[in-house]
């Protein structure tokens, strides 16, 4: 099995423009993948987690080192950063530093005394590891080449092969399989998932059937009167859509009563502020809501002092008034959109009749000339 391996290549850049490619290019020859900053901006922080991934998968990591340092970020330079990266995650090193008494252009040597100073002691560190010296890059070229070479065969890594040389006919089959069988059993839940939904949509409407059947007696007190109102005939679909927007949150058993007396009031009275309609028969239509899983006693936490029995909507409830409210609009919609329709017909009939006029108008005036002209 032919196992290729990625392998990254490290250093300053305009500097070893040529020695990088020369290393690239043994490592191509050798038949494997080069990585390296050609991809990646240092500049940017995310291109450095990009670069990290890179290091992760990599099989093995070559850094170049000559006469520069290069740009420092945080005490380090991006090249000893890479290369401290490699060597925390284990992926073998091989260093190549150029010799001491090799030619070398002065604009391509750092004279800065502090970073001289980190370059060498970038250098000691590399030393630690596997390292070789070159003079030149066609001599880099052939000691990259041997040095990889050594560590393919005694420190072999795992590296990249061909599917098709790793999965074999049989397995090729069953992924097949389970990939029919995976599309299938997709299908399948989609359909579910489908009526499940036709048959909630359904359930729910049925629901809100029931609370517009359901018929109510509402009795109001008002104040400064000694007795109930006549009887004001609403429906557990009008108690539940006067309170549902309330009840998104939570309130009290007699506020939820005080805001359904408000509503359902003789516009002209005040209703009375303590229980304007009769508790025990609130409470029962309450448990009718209860019942329908529309809404549930509220878990919220009060103050000791407060005894009153909160109520809230459950997430039933949430979804029949989101229900309720849709059909409204769409309700308001297609009125808006009748409406337009018939104001365009009727504006269309005028425009017509006033057509009809004027040709009947200019008919009529033909005939009295020809009638002139006859006398």
């Known amino acids: 099995m032919t196992v290729k391996y990625q392998i990254f290549v490290s250093s300053t850049y305009n500097d070893l423009i040529k020695e990088r490619e020369q290393v690239i290019k043994a490592i191509l ?7 390296g900053m050609e991809m990646f901006s240092a500049a940017d922080e995310e291109q450095w987690k990009l670069i990290t991934n890179q290091i992760d998968q990599t099989d093995y990591y070559v850094v170049i080192i000559a006469h520069r340092y290069g740009s420092v970020v945080d005490g380090l330079s991006y090249t ?18 150029i010799d001491d008494s090799a030619s070398w252009p002065t604009d391509r040597v750092d004279q800065d005394p502090k970073k001289l100073d980190a370059l060498n002691n970038f250098k000691d560190k590399a030393k630690k590891k596997p390292v070789s010296f070159w003079s030149s890059a066609e001599e880099l070229y052939g000691q990259c080449s041997i040095a990889l070479m050594k560590q393919f065969t005694t420190n072999p890594r795992i ?15 069953e992924l097949s399989r389970l990939s029919n069988e995976n599309a299938v059993l997709r299908k399948t839940l989609e359909e579910a998932l489908q009526k499940k939904e036709k048959e909630t949509t359904e359930r729910r409407k049925e629901i809100v059937n029931t609370l517009k059947q359901n018929k109510i007696q509402v009795k109001i007190m008002y104040e400064h009167l000694s007795k ?15 309170l549902a927007p309330e009840l998104a949150i939570e309130k009290s058993t007699e506020n939820a009563a005080k805001l359904f007396g408000f509503m359902l009031k003789d516009a002209n009275l005040r209703i009375r502020e303590s229980w304007p309609v009769p508790s025990n028969t609130f409470r029962f239509w309450l448990s009718d809501l209860m019942i329908l899983e529309l809404i549930t006693p509220s878990n919220r936490k009060h103050s000791v002092r407060d005894k009153r029995e909160y109520w809230t909507l459950t997430e039933e409830g949430h979804e029949i008034y989101k229900l309720i409210r849709y059909q409204n ?19 269309a009939k005028t425009t017509t009749r006033k057509k009809g006029v004027k040709k009947y108008a200019k008919k009529k005036a033909v005939i009295r000339k020809r009638v002139k002209k006859k006398k």
């Open 228 to 242: 109930w109102s006549d009887p004001i005939e609403s429906t557990l679909f009008g108690l539940f859509l006067i």
């Open 329 to 347: 609009l769409e309700m308001a919609h297609k009125i808006n959109e009748d409406l337009k329709l018939e104001k365009k017909q009727k504006n």
């Open 159 to 173: 590296g990249w092969v061909k599917a098709s040389k790793v999965v074999g006919t049989d397995v090729m089959v």
């Open 80 to 97: 000893e950063k890479e290369y401290d990266y490699a060597v925390e995650k284990g992926v073998p090193v091989l260093g190549f530093i």
């Open 29 to 35: 020859e050798m038949g494997h993948f080069p990585v």
